[in-house]
């Protein structure tokens, strides 16, 4: 009797995974929903904070009008992720990277549950909430959860701020070419668990598509990428990403 799992991946699907050389994940909030993290769309899931849409508090004109605000935003944000565990979607990628000679993790979470999950090298195009970053030199500081988070900066003086890419600013330097170059250069892209409406990361599997990857996205609703890829596959990340291992 064929289950209902075993039809979920096409053939030709589980034929390009079983011969990929080079493999891109691109991951969204959704790949941490069944951990519990709150995504920012989607599923009538609007992320507000005392009643700020995240896009005006998430903002970098919010970090020069209200820094105190925003550390408030995140403070809050981190408490609540530092008992969350990684996910069963997290632990197959994880997997992927031994599984495969290329493989690139881009993901545009600040949560560090991929790294928790013992995911290398990931591409973080939107910083991570785990550290504190200098309004003036840059300098960049580890928040840990036993210690009181700084404010200051120990070589400059002047204020920390997240360590993340709010809406208007720039990625860090580097993270967006790299991840374009392995995306131009994937034999096999998964979008996993993103609205794809941010720019630059958006971009990503259409550079992909277009370089002649085969786009595969895993959500359980549509984004504006659903027509544009190879293969959907609808549902939780944590239950489609297991089927990959079995055969
Ligand atoms: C599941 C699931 C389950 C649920 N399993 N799935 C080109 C065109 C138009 C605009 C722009 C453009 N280029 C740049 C822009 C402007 C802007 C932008 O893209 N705006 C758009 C909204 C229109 N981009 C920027 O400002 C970027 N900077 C930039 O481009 O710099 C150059 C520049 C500078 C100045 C001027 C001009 C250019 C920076 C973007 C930074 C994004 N920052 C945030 C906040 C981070 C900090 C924080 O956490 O507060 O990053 S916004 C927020 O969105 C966060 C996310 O990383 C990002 C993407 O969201 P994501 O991950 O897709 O999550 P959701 O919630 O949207 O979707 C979740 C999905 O999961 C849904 O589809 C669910 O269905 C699914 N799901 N359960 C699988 N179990
Ligand atoms: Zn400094």
């Known amino acids: 009797m ?25 991951t969204g909030a959704g790949i941490s929903a069944e951990s519990g ?23 970098a004109t919010m970090v020069q009008r209200d820094l105190a605000a925003v550390w408030e935003w995140f403070d809050y944000r981190r408490n609540l992720l ?21 493989f ?37 500081v580890e928040i840990l959860t036993d210690k009181p988070r700084p404010d200051i900066c120990a070589a400059c003086g002047d204020r920390l701020r997240p360590d993340v890419v709010l809406f208007g600013e720039m ?15 994937c034999e096999l892209c998964f979008v ?8 630059p990361a958006a971009s990503l599997p259409e550079i992909a598509r277009s370089a002649g990857g085969y786009v595969c996205e895993i959500n359980p609703e549509a984004t ?8 959907g596959l609808t549902g939780k990340a944590g239950e489609v990403l297991p089927l990959f291992s079995k055969s």
């Not at 699907?13 to 891109?24: E, G, H």
């Open 82 to 102: 530092q008992n969350l565990r990684p996910n069963r979607a997290h632990d197959e990628i994880a997997h992927w990277q031994d599984r495969f000679p290329q």
């Open 2 to 26: 064929q289950t209902i799992q075993t039809q979920v991946i096409s053939d030709e699907l589980r034929d390009r995974f079983d011969r990929a050389q080079s493999v891109l994940v691109l």
């Open 192 to 199: 996993i668990g993103t609205s794809a409406i941010v720019y």
């Open 104 to 140: 690139t993790l881009v993901t545009q979470n600040i949560d560090g549950l991929h790294q928790k999950a013992g995911s290398r090298e990931v591409v973080e195009l939107h910083g991570n909430i785990w550290r504190a970053r200098c309004v003036n030199c840059n300098a960049r």
């Open 171 to 185: 990625l860090p330097p580097g993270a967006f070419e790299t991840a374009a170059e392995k995306a131009a250069d």
């Open 224 to 231: 504006p990428l659903s027509n544009r890829c190879d293969e």
């Open 37 to 59: 993290v709150p995504t920012f769309r989607g599923g009538g899931n609007t992320a507000v904070w005392r009643g700020m849409p995240f896009d005006v508090i998430s903002s």
